[in-house]
C-alpha cells in the first residue's frame, strides 16, 4: 500500500504524478523523464525516481530528502541525486548527517548544488536547465531538455552513403537543437518568463497558482506566491500547450478554483489547463 494517495495527468508519453497543496506538500514526478521536481514528504511512488530537482528550502517541497535516501539504501537501490540551490546544500548536508546519526546508517547521496545557467545531465540526450525564481533565497525553477541534431537543410536531400562520405571529410552536416519538454516553476511570484524561450515554448509548464480571491492577494504578494492575476498573465505571455496548475490553496475550494479559472483565463488558454488536484476531472 503506497504512502500517498498521488495525482496522475497524462500527456501523451508522459505521466505527471504528484501532490501539491501549498504549505501542506508539493511533489511532482516525471518518471519517464527519471526527474522528480520537489520531494514532499517523499511518497513511496517517487523513490526509484534517480534525480530529485529541489527549488527551494521549505518544509512543504524538501522535508523527505533524508527519507528518499534512506530507502533507496534500504531497497538497495543506487544513490539518488539531488539537485539544490548552491546556498542550500550545507544545510541539507547537515540534515543527512544528522538523520545517519540518529538512524545509525550513512546515507549515500549525490548532492549537485545548482546556480541560475547551470545544466545538468540526466540521460545522455536530456538535460535540466536552472533558472531563477522569485520566492526564498536563492530559489530556483527547472527545465528539462532533450537535445538532438537535426541534419542542415541543404543535406536533407542527400544519401545515406553520401552523408557518410561528408562526415568522413569533417562536414558538420547537422546542427544541435533543443526540445524543452516540461518547465517547473516550483514556487513563485510572477515573473515575465517570456525572456526565456525554453520556458516559453516548453511543451509542458508545471506552473504554481496559489490564490484565487481578491482578498488574498496580500498574502501572495506576502509569501511570494501567484496571484491569479499574475498567473493569468504569466500564461498569456507564453506558448505552452500545456499549463499544469500546482500549489492550490485549501483556503479555496477546488470546485471554486476551476470556476474562477474558466471565468478568468482566455478559453484559448482554459483549454490548455490541468489542475493538478482537481481529481473530480480525473478518473
Ligand atoms: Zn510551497
Ligand atoms: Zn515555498
Not at 529541489?54 to 528518499?68: N, P
Not at 543535406?155 to 547537422?174: C, H, M, R, T, Y
Request: charged residues 20%; aromatic residues 6%.
Amino acid at each position: 500500500m503506497p504512502s500517498h494517495n498521488l495525482a496522475k495527468i497524462t500527456i501523451d508519453d508522459l505521466d505527471i504524478i504528484g501532490y501539491s497543496i501549498a504549505g501542506e506538500e508539493t511533489v511532482i514526478a516525471v518518471p519517464q523523464l527519471d526527474v522528480c521536481f520537489d520531494i514532499g514528504k517523499a511518497p513511496d511512488q517517487i523513490i526509484p525516481i534517480n534525480h530529485v530537482l529541489l527549488t527551494h528550502g521549505h518544509m512543504d517541497h524538501a522535508a523527505g530528502i533524508a527519507y528518499y535516501l534512506s530507502h533507496r539504501n534500504f531497497c538497495g537501490q543506487s544513490a539518488g541525486t539531488i539537485l539544490a540551490p548552491e546556498n542550500l546544500l550545507p544545510p541539507i548536508k547537515d540534515i543527512i548527517d544528522a538523520w545517519a546519526r540518529l538512524d545509525g546508517n550513512k546515507l549515500p547521496a549525490n548532492l549537485v548544488g545548482v546556480k541560475p545557467g547551470d545544466e545538468f545531465q540526466i540521460k545522455p540526450n536530456l538535460v535540466a536547465r536552472v533558472f531563477p525564481t522569485k520566492h526564498s533565497r536563492g530559489s530556483v525553477g527547472f527545465t528539462v531538455i532533450e537535445k538532438r541534431k537535426k541534419i542542415k537543410q541543404e543535406f536533407a536531400n542527400l544519401s545515406g552513403p553520401q552523408i557518410v562520405e561528408l562526415k568522413k571529410q569533417g562536414v558538420a552536416i547537422d546542427n544541435p537543437i533543443e526540445i524543452p519538454i516540461v518547465t517547473y516553476l516550483g514556487d513563485t511570484q510572477y515573473v515575465d518568463f517570456s525572456q526565456l524561450n525554453y520556458i516559453a515554448e516548453s511543451k509542458i509548464l508545471i506552473a504554481e497558482c496559489t490564490f484565487y480571491v481578491d482578498e488574498h492577494a496580500d498574502r501572495a504578494h506576502a509569501g511570494r506566491h501567484m496571484h491569479i492575476d499574475e498567473f493569468v498573465k504569466l500564461i498569456a505571455e507564453l506558448n505552452n500547450q500545456y499549463v499544469v496548475v500546482t500549489h492550490t490553496t485549501q483556503r479555496t475550494p477546488m470546485s471554486q478554483i476551476r470556476k474562477i479559472l474558466k471565468s478568468q483565463v482566455p478559453p484559448d488558454r482554459f483549454d490548455r489547463i490541468i489542475l493538478l488536484m482537481d481529481r473530480s476531472i480525473r478518473s
